[in-house]
Nanobody, 122 residues
Framework: VQLQASGGGLVQAGGSLRLSCGASRPSSSTGDMAWFRQAPGKEREFVAFVNLGGGTTYYADSVKGRFTISREPNKNTAYLQMNNLKPEDTAVYHC????????????????WGAGTQVTVSS
């Protein structure tokens, strides 16, 4: 399964972006999906999770109330709506699919996309 993330860019603090993650295979192969991010010099960290049906979501405390993850039930595309962006949100955002472990652990996913850069200026 190949994942393609898109939608990143440069935005001012307080602005919004919408990321998309499309998979090359049907949702039966992608399973649960998630977004992680990695800033320079830091470890990859969990951002948000959505299950296959789209009805269960989890968020990192740092993005609760600002980010929304979604997907159409049993579809192979996930989205991350990011509002009220802050400079500390600057990172490469990666989508992950096919959960095989913990939902908030990078080791818990089998498939990864290359990532899309999000830069928030102050």
């Amino acid at each position: 399964v190949q994942l393609q993330a898109s939608g990143g860019g440069l935005v001012q603090a307080g602005g919004s972006l919408r990321l998309s993650c499309g998979a090359s295979r049907p949702s039966s192969s992608t399973g649960d999906m998630a977004w992680f991010r990695q800033a320079p010099g830091k470890e990859r960290e969990f951002v948000a999770f959505v299950n296959l049906g789209g009805g269960t979501t989890y968020y990192a405390d740092s993005v609760k109330g600002r980010f929304t993850i979604s997907r159409e039930p049993n579809k192979n595309t996930a989205y991350l709506q990011m509002n009220n962006l802050k400079p500390e949100d600057t990172a490469v955002y990666h989508c992950a699919a096919r959960r095989i472990g913990s939902s908030n652990d990078p080791r818990g996913y089998r498939y990864w996309g290359a990532g899309t850069q999000v830069t928030v200026s102050s």
